[in-house]
């Protein structure tokens, strides 16, 4: 799946990623894979803009830590997070829900 | 933060993402220069677990993103880009506010030094210019985290004065005046409270691209 079809939709996923525990960014990454069984495809790096986007806006909250002699960023999810992440799964649900009706069903071959 | 421009390149790297870094470095502020690192080293150790250290640099970039596919990524969550584009789209709500004020009190009628009216169109356009420039900024973080500074500021100074000025020199402080009173505050409010943000980023570019 690519970067223009999860436009949208990144939030919804960075959140339900951070929603066992907090992560550092790669393994947000490595979560959103492992969650896609591999079918997301975006260019990883631009993740960590989207995780501040997300720490701006108060839906999660970052802490500095270090590993390897490397400074690394850990995230998690804030109360108005989980609200957030909520409130999209129920709008997904919802829209999916419509979706396969309208969609899900093939009608047989018209008699002539 | 990590100097990525000078530093020689250390155990577990490559020249080539220590060099792609370096181009991040440039540009963007230092913390999340660190951050992208950070990514982008796991990255390409995950790769040389299993292949050469050339082959696993060109993976780790090609996965990572080009730099300016990253660059364009930070630049559109710059706080200073996400403030002013929320001013923007609350700009025509006060601005209808405020038009809506000074017709019903009939503005042109109001005993203000000629020198207020002139300023106040002039800041009012400064802001406009820069809040559409500053939410547009794709390609430039330093220009439209500073194109967003400037512009809180000029809104903070617009939803100061207008009031001010209302209650001053309007005849009378009728229910149209108060509901753009109550509009230039809620922004002012909202405003403030994105000043820190904005300061901190902006200041932390300079020093950083200073070292």
Redesign the interface.
């Known amino acids: 799946m690519r970067a223009e079809a999860l436009k949208g939709h990144l939030n919804g996923l960075l959140l339900a990623a951070l929603e066992a525990g907090p992560l550092h960014g790669y393994a947000v990454i490595e979560a959103l894979r492992e969650s896609s069984g591999g079918s997301i495809d975006l260019p990883t790096g631009t993740i960590y803009p989207a995780l501040r986007r997300l720490e701006e806006s108060g839906l999660i909250k970052g802490s500095w830590s270090e590993e390897a002699g490397r400074r690394r960023r850990t995230y998690r999810l804030t109360a108005a997070g989980r609200r957030s992440l909520a409130g999209e799964r129920q709008r997904w649900l919802e829209f999916t829900a419509t979706l396969s009706l309208a969609l899900g069903t093939v009608p047989g071959p018209v008699s002539p | 933060m ?1 100097a990525w421009t000078t530093r020689p390149v250390g155990p ?1 790297e490559h020249p080539a993402v220590t060099g792609y870094l370096g181009l991040l470095a440039e540009q963007l502020p230092g ?2 220069v ?10 390409y150790q995950r790769h040389a677990r299993v292949g050469d250290p050339d082959t696993a640099a060109t993976a780790a970039i090609a ?4 730099v300016s ?2 660059l364009n ?2 630049v ?2 710059c ?1 200073g880009r ?1 403030a002013a584009r929320r001013l923007l789209l609350t700009g025509p709500l006060v601005g209808a506010a405020w038009a809506c004020a000074l017709v019903v009190t009939t503005a042109w009628t109001w005993q203000l030094p000629p020198l207020v009216p002139v300023l106040l169109a002039f800041t009012l356009f400064t802001t406009i210019a820069a809040l559409v420039v500053g939410s547009a900024g794709r390609v430039s973080y330093r220009r439209t985290s500073t194109l967003g500074s400037i512009a809180a500021i000029a809104v903070l100074l617009i939803d100061t004065s207008l009031p001010v000025a209302a209650l001053v020199a309007a005849p009378a402080v009728n229910a149209a005046v108060l509901l753009a009173i109550g509009a230039s505050l809620t922004r002012l409010v909202w405003t403030l409270g994105r000043l820190p ?1 904005l300061f901190r980023d902006g200041f932390a570019l300079r020093v950083d691209q200073a070292r």
């Open positions: 990590t577990g913390d999340l660190d951050e992208l690192s950070d990514g982008l080293l796991q990255t996965e990572f993103g080009d596919t990253v990524a930070c559109q969550a706080p996400q943000v």
